[in-house]
């Protein structure tokens, strides 16, 4: 009954392993990977293992009596107490790791971290917010939202969400109206519903805005004096900057001064962007007398162009150049590169300050005056590098020349940000010596559209909306259905690291016998 055969004996070895293996396999599916007995592949490695096992036993059940017997018991015990160990250690890393997991972002574009505006979003939360999204495991967007989603609920607890398979949640379809081409993710609070037209964290977190904030007030674009146009689509357009306003919660129409007797009593700030004609003098003294009474104002004003501002600009400590600035450190001399940025929260918003230049193309200088009025605090916001100048001859045929003493030095000052008293009736004026940054042509250019936004949100006392936006990131996407994502797992944290384990243990007993 008993073989003394070597080779039989290391092949009953080798079986014997390969049930040890097999057993440890099993317990690792069936436990620490949550699969239990439900998987037919545990059912089998279980059976695999007791076989492998029993060969041993059954061929060589002398040899072990022998080798467990005195001083072999001693090791035994011990060799099964380090084992528990090792099992009791790594099941309380995976415990850990469940429970308070802790991830990594090593994308080049950082597509896996939340942005700050979203973080200050969440952690701002008073009340409860609850979110329905209506997708399906199959759907190729449920791991993007499955996983944004996570980590929202990691910022707060005050978020609830509800992630529902339209084809098995039919009364709820029905209920939210859901169809397979409109928004599919519902958020809602405090009586408010939204609707995300996209998983993307822009669209998740402008709806969570939306629903979460008070009343709003508008944000008002003059008109009548060739001004970029707010529904305008073309390059020239305004409607990037105006869609995105709007989806960060402020209300915006347009306004012709000339018109009107008094700026509306809902205006939250005035924007008067790229004008080609100069304000009338009566529309000119309407907008100074509004601001200094506690206004809000952003003006984008061209090279060459006379604004009708002019007097008002005086008043409030700030000075446009009757030039055109050129920076040779641009691809482009005449598109000016914002590279150097003031400690402002336009530009350093909740210290995160700008890490990309601004493209302001065809721009003039906008400076501080010499001599600011009282009362009146100016900073020069956003500054070219030292090789740019302030041209103020006529540039003809393309060519330009610094002239010292006529020419403004770099770096050229191409923003300002002026302020007036304090509380909710403080003046605040923005003036930038370009309008195009901000126009769909150039808006969504490195950190245009960071700026035109913060600066708005500046103007309008929404310090909470002055950020650092998520960008539109690029990422490729491998999507698997359930039964691929299982077998991929079972592949890589089971079948894998123990047919290894197998390996060299065979390997092991097979040197060892030599």
Known sequence: MYTTDSAGHRLTLILGIFGAVALLSAINTGVFMGVGLKEPLTWVQLVLGVAGIGAYLWVNIRRVRERF??????????????????????????????????????????????????????????????????????????????????????????LKVDLLDPTKHL???????????????IVRA?????????????SLTNSIAEVTRGSSKTIYFSRGHGEHAIGDATERGMKLYVDNLKSEGYQTAEIELAATKNVP???????????????????????QEWVDKGGKLIAMIDPSIHSGLEK????????????????????????????????????????????????????????????????WNVIELARTGSRAWGETDPI?????????????????????????????TESRVVVFGNSNFAANGFYRLLGNRDLALNAASWVAHEEAKITIRPKNRSSNHLFLTREQQNTMTMFAFDLLPFSLLFAGLVVWQTRKSR
């Open 312 to 375: 008002a600009f005086t008043a409030w400590g700030v000075k446009l150049g009757d030039d055109e600035v050129i920076d040779t450190e641009s691809q482009q001399p005449e598109f000016a590169l914002a590279q150097e940025y003031a400690d402002h929260p336009i530009t350093n918003p909740r210290s995160s300050p700008f890490q990309l230049a601004s493209i302001f193309p065809l721009a003039r200088s906008v400076s501080k005056a010499q001599n600011v009025p009282a009362g």
């Open 396 to 424: 003809r045929n393309g060519k330009v020349e610094y002239n010292p003493g006529k020419d403004l030095r770099g770096p050229v000052p191409l923003a300002v940000a002026a302020t007036h008293g304090s509380g909710d």
């Open 171 to 185: 009364k709820e379809v029905k209920e939210f109206n859901i169809s397979q081409s409109g928004p599919r993710v």
């Open 265 to 287: 009593t809902d205006a939250q700030a005035l924007i008067i962007a790229g004008p080609v004609a100069a304000l009338g003098e009566g529309e000119a003294k309407l907008v």
């Open 190 to 202: 405090g009586g408010k519903e939204s609707r995300a037209k996209d998983v993307s964290e822009e």
């Open 69 to 158: 017997s005195g001083r072999g018991a001693f090791f035994l015990v011990s060799s099964l107490v380090t084992g528990a160990l090792v099992v009791a250690l790594l099941a309380g890393l995976n415990y850990l790791a469940v429970k308070k997991p802790k991830t990594w972002d090593l994308t080049k574009e950082k597509i896996y971290t939340l942005s700050d505006q979203t973080v200050g979003i969440l952690k701002g939360l008073k009340d409860e917010v609850r979110i329905v999204a209506f997708y399906a495991p199959n759907d190729a967007e449920y791991v993007e939202l499955d996983q944004r989603l996570r980590q929202y609920r990691q910022k707060t607890d005050k």
